[in-house]
């Protein structure tokens, strides 16, 4: 019997972010018959990411004989334009195309910031979808009136095996934590401002401070991640050049590997202030609570639908101070942040793993293809 056929529209690394992380995680996977012989699917790419070759990618679509299209789409203007001419291409083919929003910024990319023609497209696109996936409950409503709700599907995200601490691992981390007189603070993402980075930077510098008053060490703060701009870099640097934070500051650079397995080993706090507008579910603080750190982040995208406040660590509801949040911060004594910690461990590995994940992809494209 022959496999079903899906052919994966999307973008796919480099350059590594939560997206083509994701993208490359299912491609990968035990799903895919040329990874595993008993995989249920045949899988086979078009990689969007480099627009260059946009026309022989359109090519590939046209030959491909593949039973479902499921695609990643863009959140931006320009992006959109490059998915509309898909949508277009797989609905005079009569193609099965099923889309996966890494985000929450599409609806209002569509509403508010797009011209009437192309809004209108849109709206018109979505509708003949065989359904659309977004990462969590609370995003649902980015489609509501688009398509109809039963073809609204929430698929989380998930961590990847190879970034999660083994059982002995852990239990050796949280056996040290009750002595730790220095907790490390862990950043971990692409350098863009507003995914918070500089939220993180004024806690180092807040440190310094209360330090230089007389108090002793207790946080020190690591940052990883990749700098796409000259501008994000020269900030990072000035600022820990500027308020003297180099013996508070840590910078890893891009890491992977048994080096960021050594980050989420040694780390006890996961800090992601983010207000980054395509914000959907960020894999790194799955990772974070998989591997044991108490979080602080903000109740923006579908981050509410998996950090809770007092329940997985700090949310910022509102503009907050530095100050307040680190006050927050300094007065949690370590066994209440252990209790946390654990019930971060047990929630994410309950229902954030790759098994977990891969099993929820595999149902709905065979539920999708029949």
Known sequence: MSKKKICFIAQFPPPMHGLSKAVETLYNSVLNSAVNPDGEFEFEKVDIA???????NLLKIIKSKADLFYFTISQTKGGN???????????????????????????????????????????KAIKKLVGVIVLSKSLKKIFEGMICDDKIFVVENCVDDQYLLSDQEIEEKLATLENKKILHVLWLSNFIKSKGYPFVLEMAKTEKKRVDAGG???????????????????YFENFIKNNQLDEYVTYHGIVGGEEKRKLLKECYIFALPTRYPNEGQPISI????????????????????VVEDGVNG?????????????????????????????????????????????????NKFGSIIG
């Open 50 to 56: 480099n627009n260059k070759i946009f026309l022989k």
């Open 81 to 123: 334009l490059r998915d509309l001419v898909i949508f277009k291409l797989l609905e005079l083919q009569h193609k099965k195309c099923l889309i996966h929003l890494h985000g929450g910024y599409y609806r209002q990319l569509v509403d508010n910031d797009m011209a009437s023609w192309q809004r209108k497209a849109n709206y």
């Open 216 to 234: 002793e060490k207790r946080f020190h703060f690591d940052f990883a991640g990749n700098f796409f701009e000259d501008s994000e870099r020269d």
């Open 286 to 305: 799955l990772e974070a609570m998989g591997n044991g750190m108490f979080i602080i982040t903000t109740d923006h995208a579908g981050i509410p639908d």
């Open 314 to 362: 700090i949310v910022i509801r509102d503009v907050k101070r530095v100050s307040e949040i680190y006050k927050d911060l300094e007065q949690l004594a370590n066994p209440e942040m252990l209790k946390i910690i654990n019930n971060n461990i047990n929630y994410c590995r309950q229902n954030f793993t790759e098994k977990i994940y891969l099993f929820r992809m595999e």
